[in-house]
């Protein structure tokens, strides 16, 4: 998929372009793209960086970075990604000026959006407004119960299968593996130490079973109570891997919650409930 962050990188040729924040890229979000590809113009999304809410001073906890959010856009058979800056100057633009800039520019025959979609400043434009531009406009149907403002409540709740189920495929902690404590070498099981960006989501804390790099994976999210910790860890302890992770991106997916945090008598019983998670996480099924 060509990724552009301007109008004029992008080549002028018939399209279908979707426009949204498409965080999470859920199922709603793929019933979209798949109006988009049905159109048989050139699909092609237009999305935004940062999350226009977070532009305007809300906190959003996103289900994605952008650099997955794309990745996740590609997998659909989007051909093309236009990443627009969600600045003050593009949030003053009259309706006219956005649909000029960045539909016609491009191409843009077809617009897929949702009903509530709006744009342009004030929030001025609507679909009504791009079809009395010349626009064709679609609707796709909405995927009852699917938002991702559902998905984060769900995760919130350490319900990683409710998300599973919205999302279309498993939750993802999508970071950067840093040094930590090195605690769990101690133990007999290395961990990686995940750092997320601060406005990505994250489950409830607990133990969950997932995978990352083709490994089964038991994944520990929390402050570590058994040590007195205070600080949220991400620690994936990777069944069956030996190798060096250290300053690189790691995609964990979680299949499912199994337990709470919880501190232990001794440092033996600790290591034997490890040892009961792995071996659950070895069961356990992608959802």
Not at 110 to 138: M, Q
Not at 241 to 252: A, I, K, P, S, T
Request: hydrophobic share 40%; charged share 25%.
């Amino acid at each position: 998929m060509r990724i552009a962050h301007t109008p004029a990188e992008i080549e002028w040729r018939p399209r279908a372009v979707a426009i949204g924040s498409f965080d999470g890229v859920h199922r709603g979000h793929v019933s979209v793209l798949d109006a988009v590809r049905a159109t048989g113009l050139t699909p092609t999304v237009m999305t935004f960086d940062p999350h226009p809410r977070i532009a305007l001073g809300n906190r959003v906890e996103l289900l994605t970075t952008l650099e997955r959010r794309l990745e996740l856009i590609g997998e659909v058979g989007i051909e093309a990604a236009l990443v627009a800056s969600f600045t003050p100057d593009l949030q003053r633009l009259a309706p006219e000026e956005f649909a000029e800039m960045y539909l016609r520019s491009i191409g843009a025959e077809v617009v897929v959006a949702g009903e509530d979609f709006r744009f342009g400043v004030r929030r001025s434009g609507d679909l009504a407004v791009l079809e009395r531009l010349g626009f064709a406009v679609v609707v796709p149907p909405e995927v009852e119960g699917v938002s991702s403002t559902a998905i984060r409540t769900a995760l919130g709740d350490g319900d990683t299968l409710a998300a599973a189920e919205m999302l279309g495929r498993p939750f993802e902690l999508d970071g950067t593996v840093v040094a930590g404590d090195q605690r769990g070498g101690t133990l007999g099981y290395p961990t990686a130490n995940l750092l997320l960006e601060p406005e990505l989501a994250c489950p409830r804390f607990g133990i969950y079973a997932g995978s990352a790099r083709g490994h089964r994976a038991a994944v520990s999210i929390g402050t570590n109570p058994h040590y007195g910790g205070t600080e949220r860890r991400i620690e994936p302890y990777l069944l069956d891997f030996d190798g060096d992770l250290y300053g690189e991106r790691l995609l964990v997916e979680l299949w499912e919650r199994l337990r709470d945090e919880q501190t232990f008598e001794t440092e033996d019983a600790l290591v034997a409930q490890i040892a009961d998670d792995v071996e659950a996480a070895r069961l356990a099924r992608r959802p």
